[in-house]
């Protein structure tokens, strides 16, 4: 993990091994998350599938980041929860809606909506897109001189 020199991280890597059909551990820090598909396409339904790991991280990551700012302004939240929700397009969510319940008063929803766009990292990485890159490296675990004919 590479660090900035005022000590935040600059990088975040999280490791996905497959289990065979469509099951895979993803290691996230010190936790591990079981990843399937449901039954009816062909899963196990040993956990949640990635599209719903996808708008779970754009829900989890908005609910604290509403939770940072209203600390930071000392605004007392009596309940919070954020439900997301992907329209699919194909193979990729068209659009997608966050739709913040904070129990607040009234007259600073907005700005703590408005706050908390600004510190969320998801929200903040989808809006402005990124480079994406993929590529396929050999695994050490697989021999690459035909020995596993032999």
């Known amino acids: 993990m590479g660090t900035r020199t005022d000590g935040a991280v600059a990088n975040r890597t999280v490791t996905s091994v497959w289990h065979g059909g469509y099951h895979c551990a993803v290691e996230a820090g010190s ?11 062909g899963g196990t339904d040993l956990g949640p599938q990635p599209t719903d790991l996808f708008l779970a991280s754009i829900a989890s990551c908005f609910t604290l980041a509403i939770g940072h700012v209203a600390r930071k302004r000392s605004i007392e939240l009596t309940d919070l929860s954020v ?10 969510f068209g659009a997608v809606q966050v739709e913040a319940h904070v129990g607040a008063p009234e007259s600073e929803l907005d ?11 998801v ?18 675990a697989v021999p690459t001189d035909g020995s596993e004919f032999s």
Not at 83 to 92: A, K
Not at 111 to 116: P, S
Not at 123 to 140: D, F, K, M, Y
């Open 31 to 41: 936790f591990t998350v079981h990843v399937d598909e449901p039954e009816h396409v």
């Open 83 to 92: 439900r997301v929700t992907g329209r699919y397009d194909g193979l990729r």
């Open 111 to 121: 700005r703590l909506v408005e706050a908390a766009e600004r510190v969320c990292y």
């Open 123 to 140: 929200t903040n990485t989808l809006r402005a897109g990124i480079e994406l890159t993929t590529q396929a490296v050999p695994s050490a």
